[in-house]
């Protein structure tokens, strides 16, 4: 089976640099996704890894480890509005996603 | 514009009044699915749909129906709701089941049943 960890909530300062984590057991792996949503709103793609190191993308940089069902995502310079849920989503090998219960950002000026 | 689309966006209705949520998506995908999202739990796969006339569950299909007779519509029935079911829905599509990109999502649906 499948099964996602993240943090539930987490908070951080307007400018500052947040970390959040996701560990993973899955049969078969076929790549990790985050997601960014907006309460009330459709879940937004940011990144997605599918071999080991940092995936950069702007203010957003995402890291694996498959060997150890390991990710995180890396906000930089974070704005108010990167007041959101995260989501991390796993691909098994000829299944479907698997959603994290996700983890909520919020950002303090 | 590539997109996902939903209706109806916000509904509240009654214990046992069937209802339908649709879903069409104009990107010519082949693969489908249906998640609920409730406070705590995360997106939950409800069911999905390789292509046309094939779907399968996920992993909480109990109260619910879909159908697939065309490529763009996936539509998700609700037979006879109960509260349980109050929650907010999205539907989304990837080009293909091999495919490996990010999926699409529509906007979502919220639904009441009281």
């Known amino acids: 089976g499948q099964n996602i960890d993240q943090p539930t909530e987490m908070t951080a300062t307007e400018g500052a640099i947040v970390q959040i984590n996701c560990t993973y057991q899955?049969?078969?792996?076929?790549?990790l996704f985050w997601y960014q949503q907006h309460a009330g709103e459709a879940p937004t793609f940011l990144s997605y890894?599918?071999?080991?190191g940092l995936e950069e993308k702007g203010r957003f940089s995402s890291f694996l480890s498959r060997s150890k069902g390991y990710s995180y995502l890396l906000l930089k310079e974070l704005q108010m509005k990167d007041s959101a849920s995260y989501l991390c989503?796993?691909?098994?090998?000829?299944?479907?996603?698997?959603f994290g219960p996700g983890t909520r950002l919020s950002v303090l000026p | 514009e590539a997109q996902v689309t939903q209706n109806p966006r916000y509904l509240i209705t009654v214990t046992g009044k069937k209802l339908t949520v649709t879903c069409s998506q104009n990107?010519?995908?082949?693969?489908m699915s249906w998640y609920r999202q409730d406070p705590g739990l995360g997106l939950r796969q409800i069911y999905y749909?390789?292509?046309?006339?094939?779907?399968d569950k996920g992993d909480v299909p109990e109260g619910y129906k879909v159908s697939r007779k065309e490529k763009r519509n996936f539509p998700l029935i609700l037979e006879s709701p109960s509260p349980n079911q109050t929650s907010l829905y999205f539907c989304?599509?990837?080009?293909?089941?091999?495919?490996?990109?990010?999926?699409?999502f529509g906007e979502g649906s919220r639904l009441t049943v009281l």
């Open positions: 989503a796993v691909r098994p090998i000829g299944q479907n996603f698997v």
């Open positions: 899955t049969s078969g792996f076929n790549g």
């Open positions: 890894n599918v071999l080991d």
């Open positions: 990107m010519n995908h082949e693969y």
């Open positions: 749909s390789m292509n046309v006339e094939v779907t």
């Open positions: 989304a599509s990837i080009p293909g089941p091999a495919d490996t990109g990010e999926l699409f």
